[in-house]
């Protein structure tokens, strides 16, 4: 099976490389014709203008290959996302609130299961932190594109008239597990069910719906009451603690200083951001490499396609990076071993 994808997923690469040594054979025949004394002038100009269309048709099938080759590899998959107000106060709360609200628009556009895990509202309508639960195809590697500090730049709401706020969200994108790599033992699970909390409205019933979890070994205790169904909010809080203590387990076997989270999230301070949502100037600044600026701050929010180009323009960038990396160590691999016979 995993050789049947491989072959799959190299196929259209082998296919564009058999069209280029095709046309460099078709080169060197008309070099060959040309070498020929008999050929008259008339003759050479028409192999000298095959040759061309030839070299041209070369140039469109490298693009193709360079286009095949940086295209984003995506795979199904799920992922936890949490959105914490950072520096800011009450706007840092608001924008994430929109932060949130993009994020499950965008995986409504995507066509993505959605699962809100958990919000905690703020008193004028933000959240402090919200995380959710997303899965689908390519969900793993487009999502992973948002963890990092976005910086929000606007006049506040709560504020008529006033200056340019800074404020600060941060956003941290964990893999999910599946039940088989992460299975927990009931006698593990303390399970309580309670009635959902809240100011009011559709969120709070007169039913038992809320759940709450505690993994006695380690003490990580999680909830859900965003939904209606018992038995659903029991399944949302069931898989946000597996994508907890995966993440606990390989903070505890990697060797880095930092862990995912961290490396993600980083101190929450003003300055070290990923992207900057600039409201006075109706402008989106993507800081990494393969980004760059749009305007239509508004579309931007509604979690379509801008969203969408940039996180592949992101990946497309670092599977290029990858790719010369690796080209890079390979041509210092063969100078070394020239190095060495000589």
Not at 51 to 77: C, H, W
Not at 313 to 326: A, P
Request: glycine fraction near 8%.
């Amino acid at each position: 099976m995993e050789e049947a994808k491989r072959l799959h997923e190299i196929k259209p690469i082998v296919n564009v490389l058999d069209q280029r040594i095709a046309l460099f054979d078709s080169i060197e025949s008309l070099k060959e014709l040309n070498k020929r004394d008999a050929q008259d002038d008339e003759m050479k100009k028409l192999i000298k203008e095959e040759a061309q269309l030839y070299l041209m048709r070369v140039k469109e099938i490298d693009n193709e290959l360079q286009s095949i080759l940086l295209e984003p590899y995506l795979t199904e998959g799920g992922v936890m996302v949490e959105v914490v107000a950072g520096a800011g106060g009450q706007e840092a709360m608001l924008f994430a609130r929109e932060l949130f609200a993009l994020y499950e628009s965008y995986a409504n556009y995507k066509d993505w299961e959605v699962n809100i895990a958990s919000l905690e509202p703020s008193d004028i309508g933000g959240i402090r932190k919200g995380s959710m639960l997303i899965n689908g195809y390519g969900a793993p590697e487009l999502m992973r594109m948002e963890a990092g500090v976005h910086r929000v730049q606007r006049i506040p709401v709560t504020e008529k008239g006033g200056r340019i706020h800074t404020s600060t969200v941060s956003v941290a994108v964990l893999p999910q597990p599946t039940e088989v790599e992460l299975d927990i033992p009931d006698r593990d699970l303390t399970i309580e069910t309670k009635r959902a909390s809240g100011a009011g409205g559709q969120h709070v019933n007169t039913t038992d719906s809320a759940v709450r979890i505690l993994h006695v070994p380690t003490g990580t205790v999680v909830e859900c009451q965003e939904g209606r169904s018992q038995i659903k909010n029991k399944q949302i809080a069931l898989q946000k603690l597996r994508t907890l203590l995966l993440q606990k387990q390989l903070e505890e076997q990697s060797s880095k200083i930092d862990s995912e989270r961290k490396s993600q999230v980083g101190s929450m301070n003003r300055n070290e951001k990923i992207r900057t949502y600039n409201y006075p100037q109706d402008r989106v600044t993507e800081h990494r490499d393969g980004g760059g600026s749009l305007h239509n701050l508004k579309g931007f929010m509604e979690g379509g396609e801008p969203l969408e180009q940039l996180q592949t323009s992101l990946l497309r960038h670092q599977r290029y990076q990858i790719i010369m990396s690796e080209i890079n160590d390979f041509i210092n691999r063969q100078k070394q071993e020239s190095s060495d016979k000589n």
